[in-house]
């Protein structure tokens, strides 16, 4: 059966070839898409073809993006009547990641619960894997969603969000937590405006726009041995911004669940690290309440509080309290650590004088992020907690 489908491919090829005058081809000296990431080779990526059919079901219309260890494909489902859009994620080979991924979403949603952060999760509709070349690839297959949160700041000068946009989608994206954590024993660990995702208010129009669009351009592509890496193409933009719908959480394959602590220390965008992490402290759900505090300055004002790193957190809140020290995993950090009191630390309040006017408002953000920016994770808010903070009064 593999050795049919890669004679089907060739021959395919083949007859493409023949009508490249039709297609825009990439030079081969012109690195594309996936290409690009540091990883890449041709078997680590589903090398997926537009007009193939996944898992005998999914009819592939076009790519809509990739990542680190991922490609995305919207594509039409033609086994039930009628037929319906739907997108594929297209995993890395032998990706435990994607594994991780299916097993995640199909936890959450085996939950019986009248919690309404369920639905502020992205739901998995199909998983299945593909055999390739004696590799396995893990595919998830999701409902269309509209744009990631990192589209939307692309509408905005500067990219900042409006105060009003942030709470709308942190008060959701806090609903979702609050399933994760309370309901579902479930850790994100990255939490960043690419993983937070909103619906589309027709399911059909930019959709039916995608295919046609694919079909009267085609996709630009350049061709590499037995791969052909295309050229992703955006959906045609809704209108109803900038208050979109309610967001959804998206990318479970980093995520936590289990354990009460987690000891591995390889979690969490560097610049959205809590405390615990960087100094090898065991950790909990907590982590993700930090991150999010760090991604909400990000989305008000296009640059990060913390860059990374412990010194980072320093210039901010100042020297850790000793007893953390002393746990850290990471050798002499306490005897050694005279260094962070040299560090100048401006405080939140001075790191938003040239950001926000004074004011309500801007006491009032202080006050939200002191309650999720803490040395220590105990002191943290809960998702629960702060979904009743007054911050969100005027959401």
Not at 124 to 151: I, N, T
Not at 213 to 221: G, L
Request: charged share 25%; proline share 5%.
């Amino acid at each position: 059966m593999q050795q049919l489908k890669q004679a089907n491919r060739c021959l395919t090829r083949l007859f493409k070839r023949r009508h490249l005058n039709l297609l825009e081809i990439i030079s081969d000296n012109e690195p594309l898409e996936e290409e690009t990431l540091h990883r890449w080779t041709s078997s680590r990526f589903y090398p997926v073809e537009i007009g193939e059919k996944l898992c005998d079901r999914y009819l592939v219309l076009g790519k809509l993006g990739f990542g680190g260890n991922s490609t995305i494909w919207l594509c039409k489902d033609v086994h039930p009547w009628p037929k319906k859009y739907v997108v594929v994620k297209v995993c890395t080979a032998n990706s435990r990641q994607g594994a991780q991924e299916v097993k995640m979403y199909k936890h959450m949603q085996a939950i019986d619960t009248a919690h309404p952060g369920q639905q502020r999760i992205r739901r998995l509709d199909d998983g299945f894997q593909v055999l390739f070349e004696d590799r396995y690839y893990y595919c998830l297959v999701h409902k269309p969603l509209a744009m990631s949160l990192r589209e939307l700041r692309t509408r905005y000068a500067d990219a900042c969000l409006p105060l009003g946009v942030v709470k709308f989608v942190v008060q959701h994206v806090l609903l979702g937590l609050d399933f994760l954590h309370a309901n579902a024993g479930v850790v994100h660990t990255d939490l960043q405006d690419g993983n937070i995702m909103f619906p589309l208010h027709s399911d059909s129009r930019a959709l039916k726009h995608f295919e046609r669009d694919e079909k009267r351009h085609p996709s630009a592509r350049k061709y590499i041995l037995n791969t052909i890496i295309y050229r992703s193409r955006k959906l045609m933009q809704e209108d109803g911004f900038p208050l979109p719908s309610p967001p959804v959480i998206t990318d479970f394959g980093q995520a936590r669940r289990g354990e009460a602590e987690y000891t591995d220390y390889y979690v969490q965008p560097s610049a959205f690290q809590a405390p615990e992490v960087l100094m090898e402290i065991p950790w909990s759900d907590s982590i993700d309440i930090w991150n999010l505090g760090g991604l909400i300055y990000y989305l008000l004002f296009n640059k990060f509080l913390f860059s990374g790193g412990l010194q980072s957190v320093i210039s901010v809140l100042g020297p850790p309290p000793m007893d953390l020290l002393w746990k850290s995993g990471i050798p002499d950090l306490a005897a050694d650590g005279s260094w962070m009191m040299r560090v100048k630390a401006k405080g939140l309040r001075e790191r938003l004088r040239p950001c926000m006017d004074d004011g309500k408002d801007k006491e009032e953000l202080i006050r939200f992020l002191g309650r999720m920016l803490t040395w220590r994770a105990g002191d943290r808010a809960t998702a629960g907690e702060l979904l009743r903070d007054r911050w969100f009064s005027s959401v």
